[in-house]
């Protein structure tokens, strides 16, 4: 198993997160995203969150 991680200068209480899921087979591909700013309200809009 392996992760990958990107470090960004993002206040985390600032920021939502999300993630998805990808079945490939035998294996599985987590894809997790962190928004903020007009990210964060696009995807909220988006959910009917705000």
Do not use: C, F, H, Q
Not at 24 to 40: F, L, N, V
Request: aromatic share 12%.
């Amino acid at each position: 198993m392996g992760a990958k991680l990107l470090e960004v200068g993002v206040n985390p209480d600032k920021a939502i997160y999300r993630w998805k899921l990808v079945d490939k087979g035998p294996k599985e591909e987590w894809t997790y995203s962190a928004y903020w700013d007009e990210s964060r309200e696009k995807i909220e809009a988006e959910e009917g969150t705000v």
